[in-house]
């Protein structure tokens, strides 16, 4: 464990923003509620919809456990420091906290390269998509990547932890990320700066290079279609995926791959929450206003619980 005699940090979060932080208090509530909402519905749906019983809609429940992980891990703790001004936390919880959003992150870029997977094998291979894609198929994948998300999450935390912490201890962000930890040591940093760099690998780059391989595959599948709109449908199947994708490591890379040095602050906050706190949110929304198969089994659901409810009715009248 480590060597410190920092038992507390002090996070900053948002500050000189007294006029609005009722404001920004009441988004961040809203926005948690609505991304545990809409990622319970995806869960809820796909669970008692028949229809949706298939490989991309359980990869898809998977992905709604990680951002409901994820925002919770963050969003609470968010919405204090910002009511307070900035927030103690105790030196374990903020490790913690760092652990479970290393594991949240980790989880999601393999889920999405899962589930580029199979994208891939839906357009490119389709006579041979059920026969590959088994149930037994997608369980390991399942399995795989929660266990290689809190493997891999563990490393790194291991790392951390093997620091001194002898002085400083205020980090000026909303919660506990690895750059401002990593910069209140005393200690050198080199080993945990190579074991971020050697885990980026596995987390980032194969994954996103997994993602970008499939899509090629799929966009010269697409483009040998004959007509427009079995282009359109083709391409409609993965649009939601691709989407959700480019959202994620878009902000990802901006965050840990370009170059911290000459970024604002503010900037460096407001990237991190496009990523912690709006794709969590964004991520239901979008397979669910994309997506012809949610909307029907939506309809379908509703019908059979209205259907229910009246014909329950009917019998306590009679």
Known sequence: MHKSNVSTIILL????????????????????????????????????????????????????????????????????????????????????????????????????????????????????????????????LIIISWLLSFSLSVIITFAVCQLEFCGPNVI??????????????????????LVSTFLSIPLIICPISLVIVSYIYIVLIILKVSTRTGRWRSFSTCSSHLTVVSIFYGTLIATYVTPNKGRLLITSKILSMLYSVFTPLFNPFIYSLRNKDIKEALLKVMYNYSGYYLMKSKMQIR
């Open 172 to 193: 000026d962000h909303f919660f506990c990320d690895l750059h401002p930890i990593v910069e209140l040591s005393c200690s050198d940093i080199s080993i945990v700066q």
């Open 13 to 140: 979060g948002f500050q000189y923003m007294d006029n609005f932080k009722v404001l920004l208090c009441t988004l961040l509530v809203v926005i948690y509620c609505l991304t545990l909402g809409g990622n319970f519905f995806i869960i809820t749906l796909v669970f008692y919809s028949k229809n949706l019983q298939t490989p991309m809609y359980f990869f898809l429940t998977q992905l709604s456990i990680s951002d409901i992980m994820l925002t919770t891990d963050i969003v609470p703790n968010m919405i204090h420091v910002v009511l307070n001004d900035g927030a103690t936390i105790s030196f374990t919880d903020c490790i913690t906290q760092f652990y479970l959003f290393g594991s949240s992150e980790a989880s999601e870029c393999f889920l999405l390269t899962v589930m580029s997977y199979d994208r891939y094998l839906a357009i490119c291979k389709p006579l041979h998509y059920t026969y590959v894609m088994n149930n037994m198929l997608c369980l390991k």
